[in-house]
């Protein structure tokens, strides 16, 4: 069995839903000598997320980030956590729906992912800077 681990810092962007696959598995030495195995994203923030969903048409992205703002807007004014602005709390609620990680199959050392599926880094922050996320994967050599 092979294990590779690496932790790739994705560079700030600005709020909203970003395809960010080849970003994360072009980072990643290693994977092509996995045969057969899982590979497991982690984010390493509370006010970003990870999730799978369509690679190709941006209008996605755009509604789902309005999507997220409608159900869970700034300024909620029953949050009480507001120390680091009116987008911190809603961020960290946005994450908690999305989720901190994925685990996608591996073949021959790429994502088996389906025709139209990608990785997004969900932005839940104006300003949330670089995002660190594990890259763990496994499996059988090749």
Same mark, same amino acid.
């Given at each position: 069995? /092979?294990?590779? %681990?690496? %932790?790739?810092?994705?560079?700030?962007?600005?709020?909203?839903?970003?395809?960010?696959?080849?970003?994360?598995?072009?980072?990643?030495?290693?994977?092509?000598? /996995?045969?057969?195995?899982?590979?497991?994203?982690?984010?390493?923030?509370?006010?970003?997320?990870?999730?799978?969903?369509?690679?190709?048409?941006?209008?996605?992205?755009?509604?789902?980030?309005?999507?997220?703002?409608?159900?869970?807007?700034?300024?909620?004014?029953?949050?009480?956590?507001?120390?680091?602005?009116?987008?911190?709390?809603?961020?960290? =609620?946005?994450? =908690? /729906?999305?989720?901190?990680?994925?685990? /996608?199959?591996?073949?021959?050392?790429?994502?088996?992912?389906?025709?139209?599926?990608?990785?997004?880094?969900?932005?839940?922050?104006?300003?949330?800077?670089?995002?660190? =996320?594990?890259?763990?994967?496994?499996?059988?050599?090749?």
């Amino acid at each position: 069995m /092979i294990w590779v %681990q690496e %932790q790739v810092v994705l560079a700030a962007r600005p709020r909203g839903v970003h395809l960010v696959t080849r970003d994360l598995f072009g980072a990643v030495p290693g994977l092509d000598g /996995i045969a057969v195995g899982m590979v497991h994203l982690f984010m390493r923030h509370t006010s970003a997320s990870l999730a799978l969903n369509e690679n190709a048409s941006p209008d996605v992205r755009r509604d789902l980030d309005r999507w997220f703002d409608h159900v869970v807007p700034d300024d909620t004014p029953w949050f009480e956590h507001t120390l680091e602005g009116p987008d911190d709390m809603p961020a960290h =609620v946005k994450s =908690v /729906i999305v989720g901190s990680s994925l685990t /996608i199959p591996l073949r021959d050392g790429r994502p088996l992912l389906g025709t139209w599926q990608g990785v997004y880094l969900c932005e839940h922050r104006d300003h949330g800077g670089s995002r660190a =996320v594990v890259v763990t994967a496994w499996g059988a050599p090749g």
